[in-house]
Protein backbone atom coordinates (compact mmCIF):
# COMPACT_ATOMS: atom_id res chain seq x y z
CA UNK A 1 0.00 0.00 0.00
CA UNK A 2 0.92 3.83 -1.10
CA UNK A 3 -0.26 6.52 0.50
CA UNK A 4 -1.06 9.44 -2.48
CA UNK A 5 1.35 12.24 -1.91
CA UNK A 6 0.00 15.88 -1.80
CA UNK A 7 -1.27 17.85 -4.65
CA UNK A 8 1.41 21.05 -5.32
CA UNK A 9 -1.62 23.79 -4.61
CA UNK A 10 -2.49 21.44 -1.17
CA UNK A 11 -2.44 25.06 1.03
CA UNK A 12 -4.72 26.88 -1.43
CA UNK A 13 -7.26 23.55 -1.91
CA UNK A 14 -7.20 23.13 2.18
CA UNK A 15 -8.26 27.22 2.31
CA UNK A 16 -10.72 26.51 -0.43
CA UNK A 17 -12.33 23.57 0.75
CA UNK A 18 -12.09 25.89 4.55
CA UNK A 19 -14.15 28.57 2.69
CA UNK A 20 -16.94 26.21 1.70
CA UNK A 21 -17.21 25.43 5.12
CA UNK A 22 -18.89 22.37 4.85
CA UNK A 23 -17.32 19.64 6.58
CA UNK A 24 -19.05 17.94 9.45
CA UNK A 25 -22.22 19.79 8.01
CA UNK A 26 -25.16 17.83 8.29
CA UNK A 27 -26.20 15.56 5.10
CA UNK A 28 -28.51 17.31 2.16
CA UNK A 29 -30.91 15.74 -0.09
CA UNK A 30 -29.31 17.52 -3.56
CA UNK A 31 -26.22 15.49 -2.67
CA UNK A 32 -27.79 12.54 -1.38
CA UNK A 33 -29.26 12.10 -4.73
CA UNK A 34 -26.77 12.44 -6.94
CA UNK A 35 -24.86 9.65 -4.89
CA UNK A 36 -28.26 7.51 -5.52
CA UNK A 37 -28.17 7.82 -9.29
CA UNK A 38 -24.55 7.20 -9.51
CA UNK A 39 -24.81 4.13 -7.94
CA UNK A 40 -27.94 3.05 -9.81
CA UNK A 41 -25.93 4.03 -13.58
CA UNK A 42 -22.60 2.09 -12.43
CA UNK A 43 -24.72 -0.78 -10.34
CA UNK A 44 -22.46 -0.27 -6.79
CA UNK A 45 -23.49 -0.98 -3.39
CA UNK A 46 -21.20 2.23 -2.55
CA UNK A 47 -21.37 5.91 -3.70
CA UNK A 48 -20.16 8.97 -1.81
CA UNK A 49 -19.36 12.48 -1.93
CA UNK A 50 -15.93 12.71 -0.35
CA UNK A 51 -13.93 15.84 0.52
CA UNK A 52 -10.12 15.15 1.39
CA UNK A 53 -9.29 17.49 3.98
CA UNK A 54 -5.44 17.63 5.78
CA UNK A 55 -5.84 14.53 7.46
CA UNK A 56 -9.02 12.62 6.64
CA UNK A 57 -11.69 12.09 4.19
CA UNK A 58 -14.90 13.03 5.00
CA UNK A 59 -18.10 12.13 3.06
CA UNK A 60 -20.93 14.60 2.40
CA UNK A 61 -22.80 12.37 1.27
CA UNK A 62 -22.89 8.22 2.21
CA UNK A 63 -24.73 6.26 0.03
CA UNK A 64 -24.46 1.96 0.85
CA UNK A 65 -21.82 3.38 3.79
CA UNK A 66 -22.46 3.94 7.56
CA UNK A 67 -18.81 5.78 7.95
CA UNK A 68 -18.41 9.74 7.15
CA UNK A 69 -14.59 9.69 7.59
CA UNK A 70 -11.58 7.46 7.13
CA UNK A 71 -8.02 8.53 7.62
CA UNK A 72 -6.51 10.26 4.59
CA UNK A 73 -3.10 8.22 4.30
CA UNK A 74 -5.40 5.23 3.19
CA UNK A 75 -7.83 6.68 1.01
CA UNK A 76 -8.63 6.00 -2.33
CA UNK A 77 -9.84 9.48 -3.21
CA UNK A 78 -6.30 10.89 -1.73
CA UNK A 79 -5.58 9.31 -5.09
CA UNK A 80 -7.84 10.85 -7.20
CA UNK A 81 -7.23 14.01 -6.27
CA UNK A 82 -3.97 14.24 -8.12
CA UNK A 83 -5.50 13.93 -11.53
CA UNK A 84 -8.11 15.80 -13.85
CA UNK A 85 -9.76 12.20 -15.12
CA UNK A 86 -11.85 9.43 -13.58
CA UNK A 87 -9.70 7.09 -11.32
CA UNK A 88 -10.25 3.62 -12.17
CA UNK A 89 -9.47 0.87 -10.13
CA UNK A 90 -11.06 -2.20 -11.38
CA UNK A 91 -9.29 -4.70 -8.41
CA UNK A 92 -7.46 -2.99 -5.30
CA UNK A 93 -6.03 -6.47 -4.92
CA UNK A 94 -3.69 -5.93 -7.98
CA UNK A 95 -3.07 -2.86 -7.50
CA UNK A 96 0.45 -1.61 -6.02
CA UNK A 97 -0.85 1.26 -4.46
CA UNK A 98 -4.14 -0.51 -2.31
CA UNK A 99 -2.67 -3.72 -2.07
CA UNK A 100 -3.09 -4.69 1.84
CA UNK A 101 -5.09 -1.30 2.01
CA UNK A 102 -7.39 -1.70 5.32
CA UNK A 103 -10.58 -0.34 3.69
CA UNK A 104 -10.04 -3.12 1.00
CA UNK A 105 -8.70 -6.01 3.30
CA UNK A 106 -12.06 -4.82 5.67
CA UNK A 107 -14.98 -3.11 5.51
CA UNK A 108 -15.92 -1.35 3.55
CA UNK A 109 -14.65 -3.73 1.22
CA UNK A 110 -12.87 -1.46 -1.38
CA UNK A 111 -12.61 -3.87 -4.34
CA UNK A 112 -13.51 -1.96 -7.37
CA UNK A 113 -13.27 2.08 -6.91
CA UNK A 114 -13.76 5.21 -9.56
CA UNK A 115 -13.60 8.26 -8.63
CA UNK A 116 -14.50 11.29 -10.47
CA UNK A 117 -12.55 14.44 -9.25
CA UNK A 118 -14.49 17.43 -7.66
CA UNK A 119 -12.26 20.05 -9.76
CA UNK A 120 -13.23 24.00 -9.02
CA UNK A 121 -11.85 27.43 -9.35
CA UNK A 122 -8.05 27.50 -10.48
CA UNK A 123 -8.35 23.61 -10.83
CA UNK A 124 -8.47 22.77 -7.26
CA UNK A 125 -9.57 19.35 -6.64
CA UNK A 126 -11.73 19.51 -3.41
CA UNK A 127 -12.42 15.80 -3.08
CA UNK A 128 -14.52 13.52 -5.65
CA UNK A 129 -17.80 11.50 -6.45
CA UNK A 130 -16.70 8.13 -6.08
CA UNK A 131 -18.61 4.85 -6.59
CA UNK A 132 -17.75 1.50 -5.05
CA UNK A 133 -17.73 -1.91 -5.38
CA UNK A 134 -16.90 -5.21 -3.38
CA UNK A 135 -15.72 -7.59 -6.57
CA UNK A 136 -13.31 -6.68 -9.72
CA UNK A 137 -14.99 -5.23 -12.77
CA UNK A 138 -14.60 -2.47 -14.85
CA UNK A 139 -16.71 0.34 -15.75
CA UNK A 140 -18.03 1.53 -19.18
CA UNK A 141 -16.88 5.07 -20.84
CA UNK A 142 -20.24 6.02 -20.85
CA UNK A 143 -20.76 5.51 -17.28
CA UNK A 144 -17.37 7.00 -16.79
CA UNK A 145 -19.08 10.35 -18.62
CA UNK A 146 -21.98 10.21 -16.45
CA UNK A 147 -20.02 9.81 -13.14
CA UNK A 148 -17.92 13.40 -14.54
CA UNK A 149 -21.53 15.01 -15.24
CA UNK A 150 -22.71 14.25 -11.84
CA UNK A 151 -19.23 15.33 -10.46
CA UNK A 152 -19.71 18.62 -12.13
CA UNK A 153 -23.04 18.85 -10.64
CA UNK A 154 -21.82 18.18 -7.19
CA UNK A 155 -19.23 20.96 -7.86
CA UNK A 156 -22.15 23.36 -8.99
CA UNK A 157 -23.84 22.61 -4.97
CA UNK A 158 -20.58 24.20 -3.84
CA UNK A 159 -20.29 27.03 -6.23
CA UNK A 160 -23.68 27.68 -5.03
CA UNK A 161 -23.31 27.34 -1.55
CA UNK A 162 -20.05 29.84 -1.97
CA UNK A 163 -22.24 32.77 -3.49
CA UNK A 164 -24.90 32.19 -0.96
CA UNK A 165 -22.16 32.68 2.05
CA UNK A 166 -20.87 35.61 -0.17
CA UNK A 167 -24.04 37.23 -0.06
CA UNK A 168 -25.18 36.53 3.80
CA UNK A 169 -21.35 38.26 4.38
CA UNK A 170 -22.49 40.75 2.50
CA UNK A 171 -25.91 41.63 3.70
CA UNK A 172 -24.50 40.98 7.16
CA UNK A 173 -21.94 44.16 6.55
CA UNK A 174 -24.79 46.12 5.19
CA UNK A 175 -26.80 45.36 7.98
CA UNK A 176 -24.04 46.53 10.33
CA UNK A 177 -22.92 49.78 8.24
CA UNK A 178 -27.02 50.46 8.03
CA UNK A 179 -26.67 50.01 11.95
CA UNK A 180 -23.81 52.48 13.15
CA UNK A 181 -25.35 54.95 10.26
CA UNK A 182 -28.04 54.80 12.16
CA UNK A 183 -26.81 55.34 15.18
CA UNK A 184 -24.54 58.09 14.19
CA UNK A 185 -27.35 60.11 12.98
CA UNK A 186 -29.45 59.80 15.56
CA UNK A 187 -27.94 61.28 18.56
CA UNK A 188 -27.57 65.05 16.27
CA UNK A 189 -30.57 64.70 14.53
CA UNK A 190 -32.48 64.25 18.16
CA UNK A 191 -30.68 67.67 19.26
CA UNK A 192 -31.00 69.26 16.24
CA UNK A 193 -35.11 68.46 16.60
CA UNK A 194 -35.04 69.76 20.28
CA UNK A 195 -33.54 73.02 19.54
CA UNK A 196 -36.10 73.73 16.60
CA UNK A 197 -38.74 72.86 19.19
CA UNK A 198 -37.08 75.08 21.34
CA UNK A 199 -37.58 77.36 19.24
CA UNK A 200 -40.10 76.90 17.61
CA UNK A 201 -42.08 77.80 21.16
CA UNK A 202 -40.23 80.98 21.61
CA UNK A 203 -38.05 79.50 24.26
CA UNK A 204 -35.45 81.30 23.70
CA UNK A 205 -36.86 84.90 22.18
CA UNK A 206 -40.03 85.57 19.97
CA UNK A 207 -39.70 84.95 16.49
CA UNK A 208 -41.32 87.10 13.93
CA UNK A 209 -43.99 85.36 11.56
CA UNK A 210 -41.36 84.12 9.22
CA UNK A 211 -39.15 83.13 11.30
CA UNK A 212 -41.70 80.83 12.59
CA UNK A 213 -42.66 79.41 9.77
CA UNK A 214 -39.23 78.56 8.42
CA UNK A 215 -38.53 77.12 12.07
CA UNK A 216 -41.80 74.69 11.74
CA UNK A 217 -40.24 73.66 7.92
CA UNK A 218 -37.22 72.77 9.16
CA UNK A 219 -38.82 71.06 12.47
CA UNK A 220 -40.94 69.12 10.08
CA UNK A 221 -38.28 67.98 8.37
CA UNK A 222 -36.41 67.18 10.85
CA UNK A 223 -39.30 65.17 12.58
CA UNK A 224 -39.32 62.96 9.09
CA UNK A 225 -35.58 62.51 8.68
CA UNK A 226 -35.27 61.04 12.55
CA UNK A 227 -38.28 59.14 11.67
CA UNK A 228 -36.67 57.44 8.65
CA UNK A 229 -33.55 57.07 10.47
CA UNK A 230 -35.18 55.80 13.64
CA UNK A 231 -37.40 53.04 11.21
CA UNK A 232 -33.92 52.03 9.04
CA UNK A 233 -32.21 50.89 12.51
CA UNK A 234 -34.97 49.28 13.67
CA UNK A 235 -35.11 47.31 10.59
CA UNK A 236 -32.03 46.46 11.05
CA UNK A 237 -32.29 45.22 14.19
CA UNK A 238 -34.72 43.46 13.52
CA UNK A 239 -33.30 41.57 10.28
CA UNK A 240 -30.08 41.06 12.66
CA UNK A 241 -32.13 39.23 15.17
CA UNK A 242 -31.03 42.00 17.64
CA UNK A 243 -34.34 43.51 18.65
CA UNK A 244 -35.37 42.84 22.10
CA UNK A 245 -38.62 42.81 23.34
CA UNK A 246 -39.81 41.64 26.61
CA UNK A 247 -43.27 40.09 26.95
CA UNK A 248 -45.38 39.81 29.88
CA UNK A 249 -49.06 39.78 30.42
CA UNK A 250 -51.11 42.91 30.07
CA UNK A 251 -54.51 44.22 29.65
CA UNK A 252 -54.74 45.45 25.90
CA UNK A 253 -57.28 48.06 26.23
CA UNK A 254 -55.03 50.36 28.17
CA UNK A 255 -52.68 49.70 25.82
CA UNK A 256 -54.72 50.16 22.49
CA UNK A 257 -55.98 53.53 24.38
CA UNK A 258 -52.42 54.88 24.66
CA UNK A 259 -51.34 54.41 21.62
CA UNK A 260 -54.64 56.47 20.73
CA UNK A 261 -54.58 59.23 22.80
CA UNK A 262 -50.80 59.15 21.47
CA UNK A 263 -51.94 59.79 17.64
CA UNK A 264 -54.91 62.09 18.08
CA UNK A 265 -52.90 65.07 17.40
CA UNK A 266 -51.48 63.67 14.30
CA UNK A 267 -54.80 62.50 13.01
CA UNK A 268 -55.73 66.02 14.04
CA UNK A 269 -52.77 67.21 11.78
CA UNK A 270 -54.66 65.09 8.60
CA UNK A 271 -57.67 66.52 9.44
CA UNK A 272 -59.85 63.84 10.22
CA UNK A 273 -60.55 61.91 13.50
CA UNK A 274 -60.08 58.63 15.86
CA UNK A 275 -62.15 56.70 17.55
CA UNK A 276 -62.15 53.29 19.47
CA UNK A 277 -64.85 50.93 20.05
CA UNK A 278 -64.45 48.00 22.23
CA UNK A 279 -67.15 45.88 24.45
CA UNK A 280 -67.26 46.05 27.86
CA UNK A 281 -67.56 42.13 27.93
CA UNK A 282 -63.48 42.20 26.95
CA UNK A 283 -62.61 45.14 29.01
CA UNK A 284 -60.16 42.99 30.86
CA UNK A 285 -58.75 41.15 28.14
CA UNK A 286 -54.86 40.35 28.48
CA UNK A 287 -52.32 39.06 26.15
CA UNK A 288 -48.46 38.53 26.32
CA UNK A 289 -46.55 41.62 24.80
CA UNK A 290 -44.06 44.05 24.98
CA UNK A 291 -46.84 47.11 25.51
CA UNK A 292 -44.01 49.60 23.79
CA UNK A 293 -43.56 47.74 20.56
CA UNK A 294 -47.53 46.77 20.48
CA UNK A 295 -47.94 50.66 20.66
CA UNK A 296 -45.42 51.18 17.90
CA UNK A 297 -47.40 48.73 15.51
CA UNK A 298 -50.40 50.97 16.32
CA UNK A 299 -49.02 54.65 15.37
CA UNK A 300 -47.62 52.59 12.56
CA UNK A 301 -50.95 51.86 11.48
CA UNK A 302 -53.02 54.80 12.54
CA UNK A 303 -50.57 56.87 11.08
CA UNK A 304 -50.90 55.33 7.49
CA UNK A 305 -54.44 55.24 7.82
CA UNK A 306 -54.26 59.16 8.71
CA UNK A 307 -52.33 59.89 5.89
CA UNK A 308 -55.09 58.47 3.44
CA UNK A 309 -58.20 59.43 4.86
CA UNK A 310 -60.45 62.06 3.26
CA UNK A 311 -61.22 65.44 5.50
CA UNK A 312 -63.64 64.94 8.06
CA UNK A 313 -63.35 61.16 8.20
CA UNK A 314 -62.87 59.08 11.08
CA UNK A 315 -60.57 56.12 11.70
CA UNK A 316 -61.75 53.40 13.90
CA UNK A 317 -59.75 51.37 16.51
CA UNK A 318 -61.63 48.41 17.11
CA UNK A 319 -60.93 45.48 19.39
CA UNK A 320 -62.50 42.05 19.60
CA UNK A 321 -61.70 38.70 21.07
CA UNK A 322 -62.33 35.86 18.66
CA UNK A 323 -61.87 32.36 20.64
CA UNK A 324 -58.34 32.32 22.07
CA UNK A 325 -56.84 35.20 20.45
CA UNK A 326 -57.37 39.45 20.51
CA UNK A 327 -57.56 41.29 17.30
CA UNK A 328 -57.52 45.06 17.01
CA UNK A 329 -58.33 46.25 13.70
CA UNK A 330 -57.55 49.94 12.41
CA UNK A 331 -60.00 51.19 9.36
CA UNK A 332 -59.77 53.92 6.91
CA UNK A 333 -62.46 55.21 4.85
CA UNK A 334 -59.43 56.31 1.70
CA UNK A 335 -58.82 55.54 -1.76
CA UNK A 336 -57.91 51.75 -0.54
CA UNK A 337 -55.21 49.80 -1.83
CA UNK A 338 -54.80 48.82 -5.11
CA UNK A 339 -55.02 45.28 -6.27
CA UNK A 340 -51.74 44.98 -8.44
CA UNK A 341 -50.03 46.70 -5.58
CA UNK A 342 -51.35 44.45 -2.36
CA UNK A 343 -48.64 41.76 -2.77
CA UNK A 344 -46.29 44.55 -1.84
CA UNK A 345 -47.60 45.92 1.12
CA UNK A 346 -45.22 44.17 3.15
CA UNK A 347 -41.91 44.59 1.21
CA UNK A 348 -38.76 47.04 2.74
CA UNK A 349 -38.78 50.55 1.30
CA UNK A 350 -42.25 49.83 -0.55
CA UNK A 351 -44.58 52.30 -0.66
CA UNK A 352 -47.94 52.27 -2.00
CA UNK A 353 -48.81 55.04 -4.23
CA UNK A 354 -51.79 56.73 -4.10
CA UNK A 355 -53.26 60.05 -4.84
CA UNK A 356 -54.87 60.22 -0.57
CA UNK A 357 -51.34 59.25 0.94
CA UNK A 358 -49.52 62.71 0.24
CA UNK A 359 -50.28 64.55 3.00
CA UNK A 360 -47.06 63.45 5.17
CA UNK A 361 -44.94 61.21 3.65
CA UNK A 362 -43.75 57.81 5.00
CA UNK A 363 -40.38 56.36 4.87
CA UNK A 364 -41.65 52.95 3.28
CA UNK A 365 -40.63 51.10 6.31
CA UNK A 366 -42.83 50.62 8.88
CA UNK A 367 -44.96 48.01 8.28
CA UNK A 368 -42.24 45.77 7.25
CA UNK A 369 -41.00 46.45 10.30
CA UNK A 370 -45.14 45.80 11.98
CA UNK A 371 -45.19 42.88 10.32
CA UNK A 372 -41.51 41.55 12.22
CA UNK A 373 -42.96 43.19 15.55
CA UNK A 374 -45.86 41.28 15.41
CA UNK A 375 -44.26 37.84 14.29
CA UNK A 376 -42.02 38.33 17.31
CA UNK A 377 -45.30 38.13 19.77
CA UNK A 378 -46.10 35.16 17.58
CA UNK A 379 -48.82 37.06 16.23
CA UNK A 380 -50.24 37.72 12.71
CA UNK A 381 -50.72 40.94 10.64
CA UNK A 382 -52.91 41.49 7.53
CA UNK A 383 -55.43 43.65 5.64
CA UNK A 384 -58.27 43.83 3.51
CA UNK A 385 -59.62 46.80 0.94
CA UNK A 386 -62.16 47.24 -0.94
CA UNK A 387 -60.95 49.90 -3.23
CA UNK A 388 -62.71 53.54 -3.05
CA UNK A 389 -64.60 52.05 0.40
CA UNK A 390 -62.00 50.98 2.95
CA UNK A 391 -59.17 49.65 4.41
CA UNK A 392 -58.74 47.53 7.58
CA UNK A 393 -55.35 46.40 8.66
CA UNK A 394 -55.79 44.03 11.72
CA UNK A 395 -53.51 41.98 14.13
CA UNK A 396 -54.19 38.88 15.93
CA UNK A 397 -52.39 37.98 19.21
CA UNK A 398 -53.10 34.81 21.29
CA UNK A 399 -54.68 35.86 24.45
CA UNK A 400 -52.07 35.03 27.64
CA UNK A 401 -52.33 31.68 28.90
CA UNK A 402 -54.34 32.63 32.43
CA UNK A 403 -56.75 34.12 30.09
CA UNK A 404 -57.46 31.28 27.86
CA UNK A 405 -58.17 28.88 30.84
CA UNK A 406 -60.99 31.45 31.79
CA UNK A 407 -62.39 31.60 28.34
Known amino acids: MKSAPFPDNEEVRIRLLTELDILDTLEEQAYDDLTYIAAQICNVPIALVSLVDSDRQWFKSHYGLEARETPREIAFCAHAILTDEVLVVEDSSKDQRFHGNPLATDKPNVIFYAGAPLIMRNNLRLGTLCVIGNEPRTISEVQKASLQA ?118 EKCNCTISFKYDECVHHTMIDCDESRIIQVLTNLIS ?46 KQIESSGNKKLPGTGLGLRICKQII ?21 TIALSDEQQESV
Open 304 to 349: NAAKVSPVNSDIEVCFVVEKNHARIEVIDHGPGIPQEQQQYIFQKF
Open 375 to 395: ELHDGVIGFESRPEEFTKFYI
Open 150 to 267: LARQVVSQFELRLRIKALEQLDSAKDEFISMVSHELRTPLTSINGSLSLLANNKVGILDNKQHKMVQIASRNSERLLGIVNDILVNAQLEAGKLEISRKPQEVIPIIEKAVELNRAYC
